[in-house]
């Protein structure tokens, strides 16, 4: 066995910028690991070659590799695909890590499936590892639905009593955001939803699970926990379980947006840069990139087309920048006014609240707060700050002081932050 600094292994796919996996290797182990994007015809041709240790397979791939394996462990053979490879004194051997990481979301969630009905969107290699282990713990009726088979969109609604629902579909993954397979407020007995997509970190889909109460889990954990057991195939050694905790809040907290609301003026932009700044992350304003578009100022906007027209602008800002990861964003005064926000915001960020004395809030240049007693416009807004935050900071004179303040409410939250200087 070589040593983990010189393993060379990769991730094969077709498509594959958008990625989590280097990442998360990289907190698991110490060997390279690299991208390897292939067309096709020539899969066959870079497997026989063979430059490399080991790889994870990911779609549309896993199918296609197992012919060129020696050998195939019984586990993959049986749900038919492969996401794992190694090289043996025999040649190349598959796995399937995914089972077990699906086993492990499924738990993690404390969605409990025993005996319930399940309902499996799409029907591709995902799908089958799905129904492999909703049958080893003897799920009810497993239900597949998809665009041509015998249970399909379009006569769904006789599984609308489902009581699990698992997407194995790409509907809703960046960048086709706010998408959704089906409508959840259809299925009156949901109990849990869990969607294979990780990004963004909760789709339209967990969204309106989030909404309804219901029991909700995206496909980060197990994207991680299938990564540490393939890292345990690569270097022939085990990695303890605690780690599958540690990998994954880390990556929640690197790739997760966090975004500002408050009241116009409460210095979400002076506060934003600077903890942009203090985190390495880039800094977006939603208003700013309403004026960049439009090729005018956000109060001409107001004189020339009115209210409404601004806020037509300011949603298709806040979906631009919500389904990008890893950003902090500050947005305008009034965008909790529209609730139709909440979910490009939310989707793949946390969302905080920056409070600040209505008497030290300035408004020039600002028509809302200009036309409106601040009192007034403080009161009718508040409830919807604290509706569409997760956490709330004050806004201090200093700016450092209140970018700690925003970094201990998130910490509050289960969020800890490494700063671009730790």
Known sequence: MKNQKDLKVALLGR??????SPQIHAL????????????PEVVGGFLQKGEFDALNVTIPYKKTVMPYLAEISEQARKIGSVNTITRTENGLRGDNTDYYGFSFMLRRSGIEVEGKKVLVLGSGGASVTVKAVLADLNAGQIITVSRSGENNYDNISAHYDAEVIVNTTPVG???ENGKAAVCLDDFKACEGV?????NPARTKLLCDAKRLGIKYANGLSMLVAQ?????????????PDEEIDRVLGIM????????LVGMPGSGKSTAGRALA????????????????????????????????EFRKREHFAACEAGKRSSLVIATGGGIIKREENYIPLSQNS??????RDINTLPVDGRPLSQANPLEKLYEERLPLYIKFSDAKAQCEPEVEKTVQNILDALEAEGRKYETACD
Do not use: W
């Not at 946390?350 to 409070?355: A, E, M, P, W």
């Open 15 to 20: 498509k594959l910028s958008h990625s989590f």
């Open 28 to 39: 698991l182990a110490d060997y390279e690991y690299r991208l390897q994007e292939l067309e």
């Open 173 to 175: 993954m960046y960048p």
């Open 194 to 198: 869990l969607d294979l997509i990780y």
């Open 227 to 239: 990564a540490k057991l393939a890292s345990e195939l690569f270097m022939g050694c085990a990695i």
């Open 252 to 259: 929640e907290a690197q790739s997760e947006n966090i975004v």
């Open 277 to 308: 700044k203090k985190l390495g992350r880039e800094f977006v304003d939603t208003d700013s990139m309403v004026e960049a578009v439009s090729g005018i100022t956000i109060p001409e906007i107001f004189e020339k087309y009115g209210e409404d």
């Open 350 to 355: 946390k969302i905080v609240f920056l409070d």
